[in-house]
């Protein structure tokens, strides 16, 4: 009786976690997506400078809440959103409109997928 009562506990205590950790997975995505939601609302009004300072406190945002994400994604995930994060940081560099619109948009769909694919559903479990 022991034992299955432990093995009960195990059971809870894994699947809180697992809740625990998609929900923070979700708002460090959220937060990092708000970041570039703002890079969005510099670039339609063509103001560079202020896109520029905004791409830089989204790599300090991105190194502040996704240090922990490769403890629990993929690291292919995790460098594809790097490498898209510095190709959109030099196409704001030189100013590129049509190249950063698509970078940026490729980063967010990247953040917005991440939580869609962690997440406890039957379509993952299956």
């Known amino acids: 009786m022991r034992l299955l009562a432990a ?5 809870a205590a894994a699947i809180s976690l697992g809740f625990w950790v998609n929900h923070q997975l ?4 959220s937060e990092l997506i708000q970041h570039i939601e703002q890079i969005e ?3 339609e009004k063509n103001q ?3 896109a520029s300072a905004q791409v830089a406190e989204l790599e300090k945002a991105w190194e502040q809440k996704a240090k922990w994400w490769p ?7 995790i460098d594809n959103i790097e490498f898209s994060l510095a190709k959109f940081k030099e196409y704001v560099a030189k100013k590129d409109t049509a190249l950063s619109w698509g970078q940026l948009t490729e980063l967010k769909l990247m953040l917005k997928h991440i939580p869609e694919k ?6 993952n479990i299956l």
Request: aromatic share 8%; charged share 20%; no cysteine.
């Open 7 to 11: 093995l009960l506990i195990i059971f």
């Open 26 to 29: 979700q708002v460090s995505a």
């Open 41 to 43: 609302s510099g670039l």
């Open 48 to 50: 560079w400078d202020d």
């Open 71 to 77: 403890t629990i994604l993929d690291h292919q995930e």
């Open 118 to 123: 962690e997440a406890i559903t039957i379509e």
